[in-house]
């Protein structure tokens, strides 16, 4: 089954500053989809990157972008310019690719709060 | 982009009554929907998946008994609380699917059990 690992239960950043937020995660598929999800106190899941494990490229969004280490198994979040409202919880997910047969569930990992300081 | 929504978002109810959660997606045809439970501070615990006019596949260690999901139609599921106790007090959440599309999240349902 697959796991999904984000390693710091929280963390903070200065208002303007760049922070990254780490995922791991373990798998013996080829194939599959990575995400980052917020989670801010309204508790709405707001999609905020998604990665496909089949291209090279990191996924960016804005002020959001992607490290992703294939063979490292390590997709990590930057947020560059932070700003008050992205204070919140994030959630690294992971969902196999329907075409390899996997499930469409998303595991998550635990999340990591993130505090913007201003 | 697409809605999912939920209702009631909060509810609260004595001890051992049913408490029906419904979930709708607004603007697609949704053939997969997927129920969550969040405990405060925690990350989403999957409790089922539920594929339109097909039964739900519950997780390990869910109680199919106990939470009985209906996928009746390709914009609604519910989710019914049976015999609810203080311990199934929760943020409960859906989300959507349609085929080849990503996940779309509902606002979440708050349930207190008193």
């Known amino acids: 089954a697959q796991t999904v690992t984000q390693s710091q239960p929280e963390m903070s950043v200065q208002e303007a500053e760049t922070v990254t937020l780490s995922c791991t995660y373990d798998?013996?598929?080829?194939?599959?989809?990575l995400f980052w999800y917020k989670q801010p106190p309204s508790r709405q899941m707001i999609l905020v990157i998604r990665q496909e494990a089949y291209k090279q490229q990191n996924a960016t969004e804005n002020r959001f972008s992607v490290n992703f280490q294939k063979a490292a198994k390590s997709f990590s979040l930057k947020i560059s310019d932070s700003q008050l409202g992205d204070a919140a919880m994030y959630f690294c997910?992971?969902?196999?690719?329907?075409?390899?047969?996997?499930?469409?569930?998303?595991?998550f990992g635990k999340g990591t709060k993130l505090t913007v300081n201003p | 982009g697409a809605v999912v929504s939920q209702h009631p978002s909060r509810v609260i109810c004595k001890s051992g009554t049913s408490v029906k959660i419904e979930c709708r997606s607004l603007d697609f045809q949704a053939t997969t929907m997927f129920w969550y439970r969040q405990f405060p501070k925690k990350s989403l615990m999957l409790m089922a998946t539920s594929n339109e006019g097909s039964k739900a596949t519950y997780e390990q260690g869910v109680e199919k008994d106990k939470f009985l999901i209906n996928h009746a139609s390709l914009t609604l599921s519910t989710l019914t609380v049976t015999s609810a106790h203080p311990e199934d007090s929760s943020f409960y959440i859906c989300?959507?699917?349609?085929?080849?599309?990503?996940?779309?999240f509902g606002p979440g349902t708050r349930l207190t059990v008193l």
């Open positions: 798998t013996s598929e080829s194939d599959y989809y």
């Open positions: 997910a992971y969902r196999s690719s329907l075409t390899q047969g996997g499930s469409e569930k998303l595991v």
């Open positions: 989300s959507a699917r349609e085929v080849g599309r990503r996940e779309f």
